[in-house]
């Protein structure tokens, strides 16, 4: 399978180890040539910006130029006006960073990258200057010019030499995203395989899509990828976010009603048969499914004379199966014009995005700041060892523990990662030494130190090109360029070099200590906070009664989805059911579609569903473990009495489908709806 591949495919390790080693030594000479302060930061520049895909380099090149913008521009107002309170300027520094890494969580983005450098810079920049405050502004412009050739060259050769674009992986993912969603749909429709595995499946695609996301973020960025594409992989996006609630809410309405109402209704039977069949068909799916879309139009104008109850869930079966052709033919039109190049303004489209999912993202605000207060202590604690020892190389310990703190606080257990980190830190100690007191010594030209060079960081960069190994790798190209210090002279000492090399790895010591006490949790925490915080967003979209946030609504959760599924071994068996059946979403989009439906009800009726809105809110911000109280559904029994009395037929028809859908996800195994008697309203009293 290899060997079919074009050769620039089968090699693509290689390739960018060489343009990366390529790029960061253009940036090296340039540096030399025009007698930057500290050429070195130009080369590790580009092992830190560099990405196999070139726009994922030009993003992450854009946001390290902005970030460090800002750090330079704050080192130079701060330390100048507090370099002669020592401790002050030190608590400064360590609430700036622990500012900017809180806002790069919350913001969660390949954007957050922008706040997370513009802390840590302060202190690469900031600490090594106290000495000499007079030329801070120098230190800081050197700085940023350092890196912007640095980012200059990586971005240059990305570009330009054997080039690999955004756009073709994200739409290589999507079309497998889509064939195992239509693979799925399939299944569901005609009720194969195991529920076990339609589960797996559901939260295998779950987790696709946000790393998809992830990947996405970066192709408005690629030079490569023009306009039309980066539109039409946005509208395709929308379309993914939906598809998922909405084969599961098909294969609850086909459990609802069971082999024995299917088979009372033989042409629905066959109209689903026809849409398994029209939904894998790639031939079939390039027609516009209008055929498919007139069988659903007429089945829900047949459905006179059945029991009320099977009425309700058919047509809420029916509307479902409506919005999967809808999506399924949009995206195979968007998929076609995005290969022929065809205007995507120009396509037309059945389901509309104000219908889908908005890209919203879950944003934790105890986790961020946590994280920014143990990064800001572990800055602290390394400043007073530094200050009390007077220790003349201590400022590579608290710039070491920015570092350390800001780049690892997104992951669940971030002081496992730190370790490793200090562990590879050594090893490229260990090089450095090498390279520094045996073989840079004995070389004279530049020619002979890009030789000396190559086999080092040509492997560094082979590490980078792997998912896998990218940690390693770019801890390993970072942290030797930065302790190599090439210059155009030689001046290496023993003692600084030990001195400096003590601090670098304590910084990441105390780094690692604090960030395990203030971090003390794992995946098994989050995912209940995740979990604990889907509730209380249920319960947000229980109390209001506004309208426009269906989008919103569906984006976060859908987000916080993909979240859960990453963690999906750590959560409770009673969690796990309702994330493989994407309950929670499910009931918020139903509860959404009620609070709609419930302004053109009678106003008695009205009453009735928000008694039972308020109810339900009251639930779910009490849930912990604990299944729902069972009284609820006496709850949603009284509010189905009232809709099924009023005289609005379409509000009505609306309604109902949103109160048995709640019904439905909260109690699947409770008996038959029966109708209770109206329940007085506090407000009636």
């Not at 194969?192 to 960025?221: K, M, P, S």
């Not at 000396?452 to 960069?461: C, H, M, N, R």
């Not at 379409?650 to 709640?662: E, M, P, S, T």
Request: hydrophobic share 50%.
């Amino acid at each position: 399978m290899r060997a079919e591949e074009p050769f620039l495919v089968r090699h693509a390790d290689l390739i960018f180890a060489l343009k990366t080693f390529a790029a960061s030594m253009l940036a090296l000479v340039i540096a030399l040539a025009i007698d930057l302060p500290r050429p070195y930061w130009a080369m590790a520049t580009v092992y830190i910006t560099s990405q196999p895909l070139a726009g994922a380099t030009s993003s992450k090149a854009f946001f390290r130029v902005i970030g460090t913008l800002v750090g330079a521009s704050v080192t130079v107002a701060m330390v100048p006006n507090l370099v002669n309170a020592p401790e002050l300027l030190c608590l400064a520094i360590a609430l700036w960073v622990g500012l900017c890494l809180y806002l790069s969580l919350l913001d969660g983005t390949p954007r957050s990258y922008v706040f997370m450098l513009g802390g840590y810079t302060v202190a690469l920049i900031g600490f090594p200057s106290v000495a000499e405050p007079g030329s801070i502004f120098d230190v800081a412009l050197a700085r940023v010019e350092e890196i912007s050739l640095g980012i200059i060259c990586a971005s240059l050769v990305s570009t330009v030499v054997f080039p690999r674009s955004v756009a073709p992986a994200v739409g290589g993912r999507i079309r497998s995203w889509l064939s195992d969603a239509r693979r799925l749909s399939r299944d569901v429709l005609l009720d194969r395989g195991t529920g076990e595995t339609r589960r797996a499946q559901r939260l295998r695609l779950a987790t696709d899509i946000v790393e998809i996301d992830t990947l996405a973020t970066h192709v408005a960025y690629d030079r490569l990828a023009d306009a039309g594409t980066v539109r039409g992989l946005g509208e395709v996006r929308l379309r993914m976010l939906m598809l998922l609630p909405i084969i599961t809410s098909i294969e609850d309405r086909l459990a609802a009603l069971g082999e024995a109402a299917l088979r009372r209704q033989p042409e629905l039977q066959r109209l689903i048969g026809d849409i398994a069949a029209w939904i894998v068909d790639e031939d079939r799916q390039r027609q516009s499914g209008e055929q498919i879309r007139t069988a659903i139009a007429e089945r829900q104008s047949a459905l006179d004379g059945i029991a009320p109850r099977e009425r309700i869930i058919t047509i809420s079966l029916l509307l479902r199966l409506r919005e999967l052709v809808d999506i399924s033919a949009d995206c195979r039109v968007l998929g076609d014009a995005i290969t022929a190049g065809r205007d995507i303004s120009s396509v037309q489209l059945a389901f509309h995005p104000e219908s889908g999912a908005a890209p919203v993202r879950h944003r934790d605000h105890g986790m961020a700041l946590w994280s920014a207060v143990g990064a800001a202590v572990a800055i602290l604690i390394c400043c007073g060892l530094w200050i009390a020892t007077g220790w003349a190389d201590g400022a590579s310990a608290p710039m070491m523990a920015a570092v350390a703190c800001s780049f690892f606080a997104a992951q669940d257990e971030p002081a496992r990662s730190i370790r490793a980190f200090g562990l590879f830190s050594l090893f490229a100690i260990v090089i450095v030494a090498i390279y520094q007191f045996a073989l840079v010594p004995g070389i004279s030209h530049v020619e002979v130190l890009i030789a000396a060079l190559a086999p080092t960081f040509l492997l560094y960069g082979f590490l980078i090109a792997r998912p896998k190994t990218a940690p390693i790798g770019m801890a390993l190209a970072a942290n030797t360029a930065t302790l190599l210090a090439l210059q155009s002279t030689y001046s290496a000492d023993f003692a600084s070099f030990a001195n400096t090399s003590v601090a670098f790895f304590l910084g990441v010591v105390i780094a690692e200590i604090v960030t395990r006490i203030a971090r003390g949790v794992g995946a098994e925490w989050i995912a209940k906070r995740l979990m604990t915080s889907s509730w209380q967003t249920l319960a947000v979209a229980a109390e209001r009664r506004g309208h426009g946030d269906r989008a919103q609504f569906a984006g976060l959760m859908l987000h916080r989805l993909g979240l859960l599924v990453q963690r999906i071994a750590f959560i409770s068996e009673s969690d796990r059911r309702d994330a493989d059946s994407l309950v929670q979403l499910r009931i918020g989009l139903n509860i959404i579609d009620l609070r709609r439906a419930r302004y053109g009800l009678a106003a008695v009726t009205v009453r009735a569903i928000d008694d039972m809105l308020d109810d339900l809110a009251a639930a779910f911000r009490a849930r912990a473990d604990q299944a729902m109280p069972a009284e609820l559904v006496s709850c949603i029994d009284t509010a189905l009495t009232a809709v099924v009395k009023d005289p609005n037929e379409r509000a009505r028809d609306d309604a109902l489908l949103g109160l048995v859908g709640i019904r439905r996800c909260l109690f699947p195994d409770a008996p038959a709806y029966r109708s209770q008697p109206r329940r007085v309203s506090p407000h009636e009293i």
